[in-house]
């Protein structure tokens, strides 16, 4: 859907100053600089809060089309499926083009006698490059299941919807044309370009509703598209999964948060990846929030029993997933794992499930027998300050971009807004506050709490190279932060509304739309003369990952 310009008649309609901009849900939203001279200032606060209000009632103006002349826009559906289009070719061609490292890492075993079938070679062709680092545990997973425990460090989700759709396959003819490895692999970089669509959509949703401008919000998913970490939202990875499921949870969390329909995508983030716990502080801190704005003895009683029963519902499933994994690794029994699944566990020294001896599994005697943190510890040797060596410095250095750009602007939030930080934003503004803070700055906090305890978690406990993807998937603030830089400066502002207007008048189109509705538009990131050098630093550290990323990850190369 388009947006809608005033179309009246007369010399009213002839300044540019006059168009209408109609955001997602359909209301008019009048130029600032025209309520600024008509009302003298005065009307600020309330244009300001514009946003935050949501009425149903249908647009009334003329639909028209953009300029063609001087917009590029292109619909987030598009935008999203076409940067993962362009990562899996980037990857095809650097796979087929550089040899792979020898990483020494896990390659998932493979059954030697099993027949080739008649599409196996093409898929490990065009999606081969994607196979890698962790994808060959997933895919394994979804597979064989969690044969040994160093996996349990991989969550369900992902593959069991993987096995899922594998398995409903397998009893047609598809089967019979390509083996079960490759076919997971290409079910699950489709169902990661569905995810990455529909986290693309969350975050416009999420960053219109939060940052109360559309231009940052459709600057936002832009970078998104092409984030940092962008080969791991298209591999078999768990990113563009998780991503989806936490742009809906906040967004719900501001819009109801205590809607029972919250739990769906609450529990499957939790389910998905181990960070998906800290999505459980927005629904409490919007449940307080609500509390606290609408204070009565009624309405604490409803909220708290109605967030009790939902939390309830969330730990539950997390609890079948741990008996599960106590069920697999915590007794002697018998599974009818392949002869090569076998092998490859007696080969490198993995403890098989249903195996369980005296040594193996210490955590199954615990108090709460909870696999994660034993696996991650013991295997993937996480834990406090233990990648503080010197060998890990390149990867300290891969991370910096992202930690400098969180840390710093997460800083520079809670100095101008400290004593609002310190109310934790739940009570009544004072004046001064009222009058400084932007409806953002108002919504931010809690955004900008998350970024920063999982950047602070990354640094000193994980390893560290992962933060890059963690945010990227975990977090809008980064995006929120980056589109700042693009639209915050005045100069810059003014710069493109001269260079758009400038071109309307030549084209003859001055009444010309700015915006389409759930489009992007592109012009503005696409015209480096307009850039200051700071804007063009981080355009180039976003696309600068996505293809030197994609290329090292295809052939094996450590990355983030």
């Known amino acids: 859907m388009r947006s809608e310009c005033y179309n009246g008649s007369g010399p009213s309609t002839s300044s540019p100053k006059r168009r209408v901009n109609v955001v997602g849900n359909g209301r008019s939203h009048h130029h600032h600089q025209r309520q600024h001279h008509a009302a003298g200032g005065a009307n600020t606060h309330r244009d300001t809060t514009t946003h935050d209000r949501v009425t149903d009632s249908p647009p009334t103006l003329t639909e028209l089309p953009p300029s063609?002349?001087?917009?590029?826009?292109?619909?987030?559906?598009?935008?999203?499926?076409?940067?993962?289009?362009?990562?899996?070719?980037?990857?095809?061609?650097?796979?087929?083009?550089?040899?792979?490292?020898?990483?020494?890492?896990?390659?998932?075993?493979?059954?030697?006698?099993?027949?080739?079938?008649?599409?196996?070679?093409?898929?490990?062709?065009?999606?081969?490059?994607?196979?890698?680092?962790?994808?060959?545990?997933?895919?394994?997973?979804?597979?064989?299941?969690?044969?040994?425990?160093?996996?349990?460090?991989?969550?369900?989700?992902?593959?069991?919807?993987?096995?899922?759709?594998?398995?409903?396959?397998?009893?047609?003819?598809?089967?019979?044309?390509?083996?079960?490895?490759?076919?997971?692999?290409?079910?699950?970089?489709?169902?990661?370009?569905?995810?990455?669509?529909?986290?693309?959509?969350?975050?416009?949703?999420?960053?219109?509703?939060?940052?109360?401008?559309?231009?940052?919000?459709?600057?936002?998913?832009?970078?998104?598209?092409?984030?940092?970490?962008?080969?791991?939202?298209?591999?078999?990875?768990?990113?563009?999964?998780?991503?989806?499921?936490?742009?809906?949870?906040?967004?719900?969390?501001?819009?109801?948060?205590?809607?029972?329909?919250?739990?769906?995508?609450?529990?499957?983030?939790?389910?998905?990846?181990?960070?998906?716990?800290?999505?459980?502080?927005?629904?409490?801190?919007?449940?307080?929030?609500?509390?606290?704005?609408?204070?009565?003895?009624?309405?604490?009683?409803?909220?708290?029993?109605?967030?009790?029963?939902m939390l309830i519902i969330v730990l539950f499933h997390y609890g079948i997933a741990q008996v599960y994994n106590y069920y697999l690794f915590c007794f002697v029994q018998k599974f009818n794992f392949p002869d090569h699944v076998r092998e490859y566990a007696a080969e490198h020294g993995l403890v098989l499930a249903g195996n369980k001896t005296d040594d193996s599994s210490p955590w199954c005697t615990n108090l709460v027998p909870l696999s994660y943190s034993y696996v991650q510890s013991h295997y993937w040797n996480v834990g406090f300050l233990r990648y503080y060596e010197l060998k890990q410095l390149p990867n300290f250095l891969l991370a910096l971009p992202v930690v400098y750009l969180v840390l710093s602007n997460s800083y520079q939030y809670l100095c101008e807004h400290w004593e609002y930080a310190l109310r934790l934003g739940l009570f009544r503004l004072t004046k001064k506050q009222h009058k400084v803070m932007r409806p953002y700055d108002r919504f931010a906090l809690v955004f900008v709490v998350h970024a920063l305890v999982l950047t602070l978690f990354s640094l000193v406990f994980v390893h560290v190279q992962v933060t890059t993807r963690l945010l990227c998937s975990a977090s809008p603030v980064l995006y929120w932060y980056t589109a700042e830089y693009f639209t915050g400066e005045r100069a810059f502002i003014k710069r493109q509304v001269i260079r758009k207007l400038s071109k309307q008048v030549k084209d003859g189109e001055e009444n010309s739309c700015t915006h389409v509705l759930n489009h992007i538009e592109l012009s503005d990131l696409l015209d480096f003369r307009w850039m200051n050098g700071r804007q063009q630093t981080i355009l180039v550290y976003f696309l600068g990952y996505t293809v030197v990323g994609t290329v090292l990850f295809s052939n094996f190369y450590p990355w983030t």
Not at 114 to 132: K, Q, W
Not at 240 to 268: H, K, R
Request: aromatic content about 14%.
């Open 68 to 309: 063609s002349g001087s917009f590029l826009h292109i619909s987030i559906t598009k935008l999203a499926i076409g940067s993962r289009l362009f990562v899996i070719v980037l990857q095809l061609v650097a796979n087929l083009l550089l040899p792979d490292h020898e990483a020494g890492v896990f390659v998932a075993p493979s059954d030697k006698n099993a027949s080739e079938r008649p599409l196996d070679a093409l898929v490990r062709l065009v999606l081969g490059g994607l196979n890698r680092w962790d994808g060959q545990y997933f895919l394994h997973i979804a597979e064989h299941g969690y044969t040994y425990e160093n996996a349990l460090a991989f969550f369900p989700l992902f593959p069991f919807i993987l096995k899922i759709v594998c398995s409903s396959l397998s009893s047609y003819e598809v089967i019979t044309f390509v083996s079960y490895r490759e076919l997971s692999l290409l079910l699950a970089v489709l169902l990661n370009v569905v995810c990455f669509t529909g986290a693309a959509k969350a975050l416009y949703r999420l960053s219109k509703h939060v940052l109360g401008n559309q231009k940052k919000a459709e600057i936002a998913v832009l970078l998104f598209c092409f984030n940092p970490a962008s080969i791991f939202f298209t591999a078999p990875y768990t990113e563009s999964l998780y991503a989806w499921l936490s742009f809906v949870v906040m967004y719900q969390c501001i819009e109801d948060v205590t809607s029972i329909f919250l739990t769906i995508p609450l529990s499957l983030s939790i389910l998905c990846r181990s960070n998906g716990m800290f999505n459980i502080g927005f629904v409490l801190y919007f449940a307080v929030r609500r509390i606290v704005a609408q204070y009565n003895v009624h309405n604490v009683i409803c909220i708290c029993s109605r967030l009790f029963s």
